[in-house]
């Protein structure tokens, strides 16, 4: 079982797993071109990813879209994360999937209109992977000069290769981390659901 492997074999079964995911691939090559600050492709595209292979599903099967993450904070502005949305969408034009590029730095500001609940600002692209509703979807990707792969995965990638949903909360609202799993289980019913924590 790979999540019972030493990290560095469970990072290289990462790499292969998500090498088999050839939309992915591009989306990495394509966002390493924007020099975007501090980025990651984060979220659905990669755990689901694994899901499909370790569950034997087409890799791209049931992933809607391939969430770019960055962090800017010299300008707050919608106008500046339009202006980096407009020219992703041009360097992703033609890729079979929707990219979404969202600057991590501005998300205090909306976050409580759409969640209900306050965000304090974010201090890294990093810390708003730490936020994911289950630490299974905590997990970031990026191409570093060269072509080194950057893994952050503060929670380790046991759970990902187990198949195994945990929550986390520290922000999302047991509603949202629910209704996600939920979701997931409709498509993955191998996955194991663990129970939002019951103080």
């Not at 993450?69 to 707050?76: G, K, M, S, T, V």
């Amino acid at each position: 079982m790979i999540g019972r492997l030493p990290l560095d074999e469970q990072l290289a079964a990462l790499k292969r797993t998500l090498a088999r995911n050839e939309t992915l691939l591009e989306v990495l090559d394509r966002t390493a071109a924007l020099n975007l600050p501090g980025w990651y492709l984060t979220a659905g595209c990669l755990f689901q990813t694994v899901w499909n292979v370790v569950t034997d599903t087409p890799p791209t099967e049931g992933i809607k879209d391939y969430d770019v993450f960055c962090f800017d904070d010299r300008d707050l502005s919608w106008e500046a994360e339009d202006a980096m949305i407009r020219t992703g969408a041009k360097a992703f034009a033609g890729l079979p999937a929707e990219v979404e590029i969202r600057n991590e730095a501005r998300v205090h500001l909306w976050y409580e209109q759409k969640f209900g609940v306050p965000c304090s600002p974010y201090t890294s692209t990093e810390a708003a992977i730490d936020s994911f509703a289950a630490t299974t979807c905590c997990l970031g990707v990026r191409l570093e000069p060269g072509g080194r792969w950057r893994v952050y995965a503060p929670h380790g990638l046991s759970d990902v290769f187990g198949l195994l949903v945990r929550p986390n909360p520290v922000l999302a609202p047991r509603a949202v981390y629910e209704a996600k799993a939920a979701r997931w289980r409709r498509r993955w019913p191998e996955l194991t659901v663990l129970g939002w924590p019951v103080a």
